[in-house]
């Protein structure tokens, strides 16, 4: 299917690994010119190549922390220098720590509010300008856990509600001009998955690396966890005018693993 996007521009963050590489990897194979971001220097430079290897799109890597102001505004100033414009953001972060609340420290709660929600209220401020011309959308990447709490993640649990109150008074407030929604991933394989199924091949918990996979998608009803890149087809898709009418959504993608009604 042509999504019919080729040629325009994207900014996705934390896209040098994850679910927001897989974001950026979709964007590409659709001719999308897209900026890509992470912290380590190495893995980006790497990401970048990979992408770059796709018939598609232009890749550029730009780096710089979610956390620092400075670096965000460079972020999209260095898309609209390169590509002229932005058409899609994507946001991504990274999870903050977990635990149960009471050990959770006062600052940790500073500090994943500035991650999750004050990170994308600042690309969005950056960036709407040039959305708005033309028409533009954003998609932000979050979590199940703003649908239904996760034990041991009570940071996630609270602090990504705030994303998604912003998402959707966006999809209000910039229309018709720009659209806004949301991606809500369950279990996915990225390289956090694989780390911890190697460590537990390591330590004999299980026998193989695909029977640790298999485990983890025993309990969800498609019986197996997510494909990153499906996640990143369906940010494509948000991203296209073929779904000009979706806009305020917030979409789970959890092979039916959540339990909630809406």
């Known amino acids: 299917m042509d999504l019919k996007i080729a040629g325009n521009s994207a900014l996705v963050t934390a896209s040098s690994d994850g679910l927001g590489k897989a974001a950026a990897s979709a964007m590409v194979e659709e001719g999308v010119n897209v900026v890509i971001n992470g912290r380590n220097k190495q893995k980006l430079s790497d990401t970048q190549k990979e992408l770059s290897a796709i018939e598609g799109g232009d890749v550029v890597a730009v780096r710089g922390d979610l956390m620092d102001a400075d670096d965000l505004v460079n972020l999209v100033a260095e898309t609209v220098d390169t590509f002229g414009g932005i058409d899609h953001l994507v946001t991504s972060a990274g999870g903050p720590p977990s635990g149960p609340f009471l050990d959770i420290a006062t600052d940790e709660w500073y500090a994943a509010y500035d991650l999750l929600v004050m990170s994308v209220v600042r690309l969005v401020k950056e960036a709407a300008p040039h959305l708005q011309v033309g028409g533009g959308t954003i998609v932000n990447i979050t979590s199940r856990s703003v649908k239904e709490a996760?034990?041991?993640?009570?940071?996630?649990?609270?602090?990504?509600?705030?994303?998604?109150?912003?998402?959707?008074?966006?999809?209000?407030?910039?229309?018709?001009?720009?659209?806004?929604?949301?991606?809500?991933?369950?279990?996915?394989?990225?390289?956090?998955?694989?780390?911890?199924?190697?460590?537990?091949?390591?330590?004999?918990?299980?026998?193989?690396?695909?029977?640790?996979?298999?485990?983890?998608?025993?309990?969800?009803?498609?019986?197996?966890?997510?494909?990153?890149?499906?996640?990143?087809?369906?940010?494509?898709?948000?991203?296209?005018?073929?779904?000009?009418?979706?806009?305020?959504?917030?979409?789970?993608?959890?092979?039916?693993?959540?339990?909630?009604?809406?």
């Open 150 to 262: 996760i034990d041991g993640l009570v940071l996630s649990n609270s602090v990504r509600m705030g994303v998604i109150g912003l998402e959707k008074t966006l999809s209000k407030e910039l229309a018709p001009d720009v659209r806004a929604n949301a991606v809500l991933p369950g279990p996915h394989e990225t390289a956090r998955i694989r780390e911890l199924v190697e460590q537990e091949v390591e330590r004999g918990d299980v026998g193989s690396y695909e029977e640790g996979l298999a485990a983890k998608g025993e309990n969800i009803p498609v019986g197996h966890i997510g494909d990153a890149m499906g996640l990143g087809h369906t940010v494509a898709f948000l991203s296209s005018p073929l779904t000009s009418f979706i806009n305020g959504t917030a979409i789970p993608i959890d092979g039916g693993l959540g339990s909630s009604n809406l």
